[in-house]
Nanobody, 115 residues
Framework: VQLQASGGGLVQPGGSLRLSCAASGSIFSIYEMGWFRQAPGNQRDTVAFITSDGSTHYVNSVKGRFTISRDNAKSTVYLQMNSLKPEDTAVYYC??????????WGQGTQVTVSS
C-alpha cells in the first residue's frame, strides 16, 4: 500500500490549505483514515481521523477550523484547514488503518504558517 500526500505549502496566518492523501496498491478494507502532524522537537500527534461510517474526531486545537473528509471510491482522505495559525506549522502525515488492523503512513507534507 502506498499513500501519496499533497497540498502542503507556505501560507499566511488566517489562510487556508487543503491536504489530500490518496491510497493505492493492495488495499484491504479501509477502516480509518487520518492526519497527524509533527513539529520540530515534538512527537507526532493526532490532528483528525474519520472512520468507515463517517464518524470524525478532531484534536481540540483544530476544532472549528479543520474539516476531515474522505472519498471511499478514490481511497482518498482530505483535510481542509482554515484560519491557520503559526502553531499549525508542522509536517503533516496521513495514515490509513485497515480493518485487519494493519496501518500505513504517507510520506509527509510540510505546512508552514508565517507572515
Amino acid at each position: 500500500v502506498q499513500l501519496q500526500a499533497s497540498g502542503g505549502g507556505l501560507v499566511q496566518p488566517g489562510g487556508s490549505l487543503r491536504l489530500s492523501c490518496a491510497a493505492s496498491g493492495s488495499i484491504f478494507s479501509i477502516y480509518e483514515m487520518g492526519w497527524f502532524r509533527q513539529a520540530p522537537g515534538n512527537q507526532r500527534d493526532t490532528v483528525a481521523f474519520i472512520t468507515s461510517d463517517g464518524s470524525t474526531h478532531y484534536v481540540n486545537s483544530v476544532k472549528g477550523r479543520f474539516t476531515i473528509s474522505r472519498d471511499n471510491a478514490k481511497s482518498t482522505v482530505y483535510l481542509q484547514m482554515n484560519s491557520l495559525k503559526p502553531e499549525d506549522t508542522a509536517v503533516y502525515y496521513c495514515r490509513v488503518v485497515q480493518s485487519d488492523h494493519r496501518f500505513y503512513w504517507g510520506q509527509g507534507t510540510q505546512v508552514t504558517v508565517s507572515s
